[in-house]
């Protein structure tokens, strides 16, 4: 059999005469041996000489355009006002010179559709017909893309494929590689979103105008809250060749077969441990071209499985961030092929080893520069942090259930509650401090979060400084916990585009400032004290929303039961985790807030029910390939060397019966693969002539995931134990987590 392994994968072209996989996986881990050191080179040794160089920002606009209309540009993106057609002509004629002058030919709209990932049409500049380059307002402001193709849940026909997209200036028009590219939203020819941007835009108008009318109640002079995010963005790294030589990584992202390694995290070194030369490389080289894009990256570091990683920016307006995450993940796959590696962001590639999160971190931010998750010893502003402190943790447990399902897919289903993540089960933790504020306020309806003289840790060693202690501790198993001046949201996960959970956590949070500021005014229009009203309303907050608060262990067997006793949900997977965003609730909050549409919240459930039935799909066909053509094989002819190994000992007068038990372990575990891969493939044909999305989707979580995946893989697993390690054809992890 010939093999032709492109540059792609091993970074030049092999041609390979290989009779088995297992040739394949030790081609690849000789070809990782002798991979070179990629030379790298920062612009200058400054990164502030260098710092989105490759972005139209305030700079850049400052530079190019006349100070006149720079001064709409900058009014239209603080307060979210359309821009007239004029202004955007001037500022389509600056960017056009500003790209041309970088070696730009082409420019494209860089849209976010339902795929989850980003998208783009590339038109070139020059126009043929007056033979020079061009670029006017109207491309800049819109575009129309095939919308037949990409999801769409049933709002357009496959024959109706006109959508369009439509610039946001609230995001940075930036260059990669030789095309300019425009961040914009994407909706169909009726006018319904097609897209994560569009219904974030929303959400975040929403939450702006609920804030401001609470902060008003205690300063007149807050006209803008602005929703700040900091995610942290872990990944896996492997050999681009030793990926190649696993189908299921390729195919699927993650590793459906695969022994652990006798040494996997369970010495705690890889975290925050030094970072190998190789890996430190391609972190500075994508460090440079995200910092020429204006991403700030701040963090780098190991993360606690052999292989994974980290990399976390500042803090930055919601919209802005988002985007920078999704270019940031297409701009760490392209330096990693570079380097002769490949990033995986799934959230689970490696069994019994850390997930992959993304956690979101999420402060509301006044235009006065107020963080209204920081505690302050003024009174005034105690009462204001407490007043956006409590009434989140109230809208958390309101919508507990809507926010489980904007962080549901099948790669962090089999991340949830395991390994460091956190569960399924939606709570929050405060910290006892904090708690304690909470309890106060409620018993006594008086209180006042100490902010003061600093806590310090006391070490009892002279040359070291007395540690300053935070007012909360962290709990590594709260999906949503708040750590000193913001709310984590820790249950992300890495693949996800953030987009989503955004927008479900911004509009949870509007419809419940507009909840507290409609109770706190009826009680001021009633006589009350302002100040007395606004206590009584959190002291109710308080109150019922006690039972989403947790301080305890969330993997513990006691906390599923005392979840249930509260009424909290713990919804594992993903199917029936979409069902809550499809809810009664659901609904009219969307549609209160004019976020999303009934038919748009019915096609986002229906396209990402579809994604979560090919994902299964895929995995499941890839095992059973993997089964049939490559592990039976490779195991069979073990056998047959066992057993010629068996007669020879038994024609010599030598015990043979632990040779015997081996081949009928063999045996058994092949029988295994071969029964359930054929009763697997019949089922799926069977689950995929069910019409109906929402049953197929359970079908194929009950029947074709939890049935057969677990059974499947510990007979390939024990296979990889008892056959011979140069016939394996999978490479193992041992390879895959240590070789770099």
């Known amino acids: 059999m010939i093999f032709c392994i492109n540059s792609?994968?091993?970074?030049?072209?092999?041609?390979?005469?290989?009779?088995?996989?297992?040739?394949?996986?030790?081609?690849?881990?000789?070809?990782?041996?002798?991979?070179?050191?990629?030379?790298?080179?920062?612009?200058?040794?400054?990164?502030?000489?260098?710092f989105g160089e490759m972005a139209f920002g305030q700079e850049q606009m400052k530079s190019t355009?006349?100070?006149?209309?720079?001064?709409?540009?900058?009014?239209?993106?603080?307060?979210?006002?359309?821009?007239?057609?004029?202004?955007?002509?001037?500022?389509?004629?600056?960017?056009?010179?500003?790209?041309?002058?970088?070696?730009?030919?082409?420019?494209?709209h860089w849209f976010q559709p339902l795929t989850g990932a980003t998208a783009e049409k590339h038109d070139s500049f020059f126009d043929p017909q007056k033979?020079?380059?061009?670029?006017?307002?109207?491309?800049?402001?819109?575009?129309?893309?095939?919308?037949?193709?990409?999801?769409?849940?049933?709002?357009?026909?496959?024959?109706e494929a006109r959508g369009y997209t439509a610039w946001d200036p609230g995001s940075p028009i930036f260059i990669y590689g030789k095309t300019l590219c425009i961040p914009t939203i994407f909706v169909a020819f009726t006018g319904e979103a097609l897209d994560y941007k569009a219904p974030l835009l929303k959400a975040l108008d929403a939450v702006d105008r609920a804030s401001v009318k609470v902060c008003k109640l205690f300063d007149r002079n807050i006209s803008k809250v602005n929703a700040s995010l900091g995610w942290e963005q872990e990944y896996f790294l492997v050999d681009?060749?030793?990926?190649?030589?696993?189908?299921?990584?390729?195919?699927?992202?993650?590793?459906?077969?695969?022994?652990?390694?006798?040494?996997?995290?369970?010495?705690?070194?890889?975290?925050?441990?030094?970072?190998?030369?190789?890996?430190?490389?391609?972190?500075?080289?994508?460090?440079?071209?995200?910092?020429?894009?204006?991403?700030?990256?701040?963090?780098r570091h190991n993360e606690v499985a052999p292989g994974q990683y980290e990399a976390a920016p500042m803090f930055g307006p919601v919209n802005e961030s988002t985007d920078q995450n999704q270019l940031l993940k297409d701009v760490m796959d392209k330096v990693a092929n570079k380097h002769g590696l490949k990033v995986l962001f799934h959230e689970k590639p490696f069994a019994g080893l850390n997930g992959s999160g993304k956690h979101n971190n999420w402060s509301l931010v006044t235009d006065t520069g107020v963080n209204l998750f920081q505690p302050s010893s003024s009174a005034r502003d105690n009462l204001l942090f407490l007043t956006f402190f409590v009434t989140t943790i109230k809208a958390v447990y309101e919508h507990a259930d809507l926010l489980r399902s904007s962080i549901a897919s099948a790669g962090n289903d089999h991340r949830l509650g395991a390994n460091e993540a956190p569960p399924a089960i939606i709570s929050v933790f405060i910290g006892s401090t904090l708690s304690g504020v909470l309890d106060q306020l409620e018993k006594s309806g008086d209180v006042m979060v100490e902010k003061g003289d600093n806590l310090y840790m006391k070490l009892g060693?002279?040359?070291?400084?007395?540690?300053?202690?935070?007012?909360?501790?962290?709990?590594?198993?709260?999906?949503?916990?708040?750590?000193g001046n913001k709310f984590e949201f820790r249950a992300v996960g890495s693949d996800t585009n953030v987009s989503f959970p955004m927008t479900v956590l911004n509009l949870i949070v509007a419809e419940q400032l507009s909840d507290f500021y409609s109770k706190v005014t009826k009680l001021i229009d009633g006589g009350k004290d302002r100040r007395l009203a606004i206590i009584d309303v959190l002291r109710d907050y308080i109150k019922t929303s006690k039972n989403i608060r947790f301080e305890g262990d969330g993997y513990s067997d006691e906390w599923v039961k005392e979840a249930e006793k509260r009424g909290l949900s713990n919804v594992k997977d993903t199917p029936r985790a979409l069902d809550f965003s499809v809810s009664d609730q659901a609904?009219?909050?969307?549609?209160?807030?004019?976020?999303?549409?009934?038919?748009?919240?019915?096609?986002?459930?229906?396209?990402?029910?579809?994604?979560?039935?090919?994902?299964?799909?895929?995995?499941?066909?890839?095992?059973?390939?993997?089964?049939?053509?490559?592990?039976?094989?490779?195991?069979?002819?073990?056998q047959t060397k066992l057993i010629e190994n068996a007669k020879g000992l038994v024609d010599l007068g030598i015990d043979a019966s632990e040779i015997k038990k081996t081949i009928e372990d063999v045996s058994t575990h092949i029988n295994t693969v071969k029964k359930l891969s054929h009763e697997m493939t019949e089922e799926r044909k069977r689950i995929n002539k069910i019409e109906d999305t929402r049953e197929r989707a359970i079908e194929y979580c009950d029947n074709i995931r939890n049935k057969y995946f677990d059974d499947l893989r510990y007979a390939v697993d024990k296979l990889e134990l008892l056959v011979d390690d140069e016939d394996w054809p999978l490479v193992k992890y041992r390879e895959l987590l240590f070789l770099r």
Do not use: C
Request: aromatic share 8%; glycine share 4%.
């Open 240 to 299: 681009k060749a030793l990926y190649a030589a696993r189908p299921d990584l390729v195919m699927g992202g993650r590793t459906v077969f695969g022994h652990n390694p006798a040494r996997g995290q369970q010495l705690d070194d890889h975290y925050f441990g030094s970072i190998p030369t190789r890996i430190y490389d391609y972190m500075k080289d994508y460090e440079i071209e995200a910092h020429r894009l204006g991403i700030p990256l701040m963090t």
């Open 461 to 483: 060693i002279d040359q070291i400084p007395e540690i300053i202690l935070d007012n909360t501790d962290r709990n590594r198993t709260s999906p949503f916990a708040f750590t």
């Open 8 to 50: 792609l994968f091993l970074g030049s072209k092999y041609t390979l005469n290989i009779k088995t996989m297992a040739h394949l996986r030790f081609n690849a881990l000789n070809l990782v041996q002798n991979r070179k050191k990629v030379d790298i080179q920062a612009p200058s040794k400054r990164i502030s000489d260098y």
């Open 131 to 159: 033979g020079l380059e061009n670029f006017r307002a109207e491309e800049l402001v819109q575009q129309e893309p095939d919308a037949s193709s990409f999801p769409n849940g049933g709002i357009r026909s496959t024959f």
């Open 587 to 638: 609904v009219k909050l969307y549609e209160k807030h004019k976020v999303l549409t009934k038919i748009e919240i019915d096609a986002r459930h229906e396209i990402k029910l579809e994604n979560y039935i090919m994902k299964v799909q895929i995995e499941s066909r890839v095992m059973a390939d993997l089964g049939l053509n490559h592990i039976i094989p490779t195991a069979t002819k073990y």
């Open 65 to 108: 355009l006349s100070p006149e209309v720079y001064k709409r540009v900058a009014d239209a993106i603080k307060n979210r006002k359309k821009i007239d057609l004029d202004t955007a002509d001037a500022i389509a004629a600056a960017v056009k010179n500003w790209a041309l002058e970088r070696g730009v030919t082409h420019y494209t």
